[in-house]
């Protein structure tokens, strides 16, 4: 617990100062702004170095050197960059991520890894690819991206120091043609949805992904740390995703820590309601419902409450029995 509280002290102090360490370039190439920082811890579970933990040195031109003029991640870690400069989809590579490993030993010997995602609205992402030290990755179908986001996924391994994941020197745009993104035209907020024959109100309308039971999200993770060698259908660098844009008390968990909430046995019924309701976040992480989406929260098949307020009964309801049933009801809603 000290070792957190003296991370998280150390992280706002840097924020605070984060104006003075690096130098956005505003319509060149590079990264300007950081929209979310979230360091994970080095390989023996302490806390990066302050040298290291300073976000806005992801920021303005890498300086492709030795020296300690990064941010390192964290196992685990993510950072969201904006751009005033947009990052164009044309021929060939369209962003590079430039990473600090000293004395240039390759990535077999040091892998460092990240997964990409690019945004052009900060809400929705589009998964590019991992990379390991040194990458470059096409926009695929987006046409201009705002936002990068990284996420730290290197693996376990031996080396003769401490390591601290992978370290971020730079972020630029190789297609920025020095102009930013057009604008986007607005979306149509108006979801379809439907009317049920004997009650008045509206079903919910799932988005990109279906509620899920908490079965499928332990085997998913069961999978993704090592427990279990059988197929998941979603993938460690995608969970990593749905853990990063997870608030209290599900904040920073990593991929064994997911692992570990899921799969607790004999547990007192206020953590066998975080366990069933930490399934629910993941559900609606992964686009199974909005906040405003109707759910059923009683298992009789009819929708009676918002999403959100369905969670808000578990953030701070004391029934925890009634917590974990409101969500177990909602995680078989498709089932």
């Not at 617990?1 to 956005?24: E, Q, Y």
């Not at 909005?290 to 004391?318: H, K, P, W």
């Not at 974990?324 to 995680?331: E, P, R």
Request: glycine letters at 8%; one cysteine or more; proline letters at 3%.
């Amino acid at each position: 617990m000290m070792k957190k509280l003296f991370l998280f002290i150390g992280i706002v102090l840097l924020f605070s100062a984060s104006a003075f360490a690096a130098s956005p370039d505003g319509l060149g190439e590079w990264a300007d702004s950081i929209v979310n920082f979230s360091q994970g811890l080095r390989d023996d579970g302490s806390p990066v170095a302050l040298d290291r933990s300073d976000p806005s040195q992801a920021l303005g031109a890498a300086e492709f050197n030795d020296s300690v003029n990064f941010v390192a991640l964290g196992y685990g870690g993510s950072i969201v960059l904006k751009f005033v400069n947009g990052v164009f989809n044309d021929a060939g590579f369209d962003v590079e991520i430039v990473e600090t490993t000293f004395n240039n030993v390759s990535c077999a010997e040091y892998p460092e890894q990240i997964a990409v995602y690019a945004s052009e609205d900060g809400n929705n992402w589009q998964f590019l690819g991992n990379g390991c030290q040194d990458s470059k990755f096409e926009l695929g179908n987006i046409s201009c991206a705002t936002y990068i986001k990284l996420i730290d996924i290197t693996p376990a391994f031996t080396a003769d120091h401490i390591t601290d994941g992978f370290d971020v020197d730079g972020v630029r745009g190789l297609q920025s043609h020095r102009m930013s993104c057009p604008e986007l035209p607005p979306t149509n907020q108006t979801n379809t949805t439907n009317q049920t024959n004997t009650t008045n109100q509206t079903n919910v309308t799932n988005g990109t992904g279906a509620f899920k039971t908490i079965g499928f999200w332990k085997h998913q993770f069961a999978v993704a740390t090592g427990k279990n060698k059988g197929t998941a259908q979603i993938n460690s660098s995608t969970l990593l995703f749905l853990l990063g844009t997870l608030d209290n008390p599900y904040k920073n968990l990593t991929l064994t820590q997911g692992y570990d909430l899921l799969w607790i046995n004999k547990a007192a019924m206020k953590d066998r309601a975080k366990q069933q309701c930490f399934a629910t976040m993941l559900n609606f992480a992964n686009g199974a419902a909005t906040l405003t989406d109707l759910v059923d929260t009683n298992y009789d098949g009819i929708v009676d409450t918002t999403f959100a307020s369905a969670m808000n009964d578990f953030l701070n309801g004391t029934d925890y029995e009634n917590n974990k049933n409101i969500c177990d009801s909602i995680n078989n809603m498709n089932h």
